[in-house]
C-alpha cells in the first residue's frame, strides 16, 4: 500500500464521521506535522528495498536508521509509518530509529555549537521541519549573530546498515 492510498483512505474516513469519534491512530495522521514523517517513511521503505534487491536478499530482518536533530521528525509516528507503510521484503523488519545531534558551525567567526530546537517559537520548529535549509532565517550564531552557518551533522535521514537473510 503506497501512502497516497492510505491519505486517502483516511481522509474518506475523516467526511464519515466526527473528528472528536476517531480512533488515535486517525487523529495522529490528521495532525499536519505527521506528512514529513510518512513521506520520508515511504522514502526508506523504497530506499532498503531496492539495496535489498541489488544484494540479493529475499527478507530484510533489521533496519538501522538515522535521524538529524534538525529535520525534527516525530519518532513515534516515523516508525509507526515505516511499519504500516512496509513492502512485503520488509514484513518482519525491526527499525532502530537513533537520533543525531545537530552541530552547527558559523562561516562568520568559526564558532561551533549545537543546534537547540527549544530556542524556536512553534512557527520556526514547524517550518524548519518540513523544510531544514530555512533554519537559517531562524537560528544565528549564539557568538556574532550572523545567520550564515553549515549544519556539520545531524541534518537528513539515512539508513546506516541494513540485515537481512539471502
Known amino acids: 500500500m503506497k501512502a497516497s492510498d492510505l491519505s486517502c483512505f483516511h481522509l474518506t474516513a475523516a467526511t464519515d464521521r ?4 476517531q480512533s488515535f491512530l486517525d487523529n495522529r495522521l490528521f495532525q ?10 515511504e522514502a ?12 540479493g536478499l529475499k527478507e530484510i530482518t ?6 538529524g536533530q534538525l529535520q525534527q521528525i516525530d519518532p ?16 518482519n523488519a525491526k527499525f532502530n530509529l537513533k537520533t543525531v ?3 552547527l558551525k558559523c562561516r562568520a567567526c568559526e564558532h561551533k555549537w549545537d543546534f537547540s530546537p527549544e530556542d ?3 512557527d520556526a520548529s514547524e517550518s524548519i521541519h518540513f523544510i531544514p535549509e530555512v533554519a537559517h532565517a531562524y537560528v544565528k550564531c549564539p557568538k556574532c549573530g550572523s ?20
Not at 32 to 41: G, K, S
Not at 44 to 49: C, K, W
Not at 62 to 67: D, G, S, T
Open 101 to 103: 545531534k545537530a552541530e
Open 120 to 122: 524556536l517559537g512553534k
Open 62 to 67: 533489521e533496519l538501522n536508521i538515522r535521524i
Open 32 to 41: 499536519p506535522l505527521t506528512m514529513h514523517e510518512w513521506a520520508l517513511a
Open 147 to 166: 545567520p550564515d552557518f553549515e549544519v556539520t551533522v545531524g541534518r537528513g535521514v539515512w539508513i546506516e546498515s541494513i540485515k537481512g537473510v539471502r
Open 18 to 21: 466526527p473528528l472528536g469519534n
Open 76 to 91: 513515534e509516528t516515523f516508525k509507526f509509518a515505516l511499519s504500516s507503510l512496509r513492502a512485503p521484503m520488509l514484513k
Open 44 to 55: 526508506v521503505n523504497s530506499a532498503a528495498v531496492e539495496v535489498g534487491e541489488k544484494e
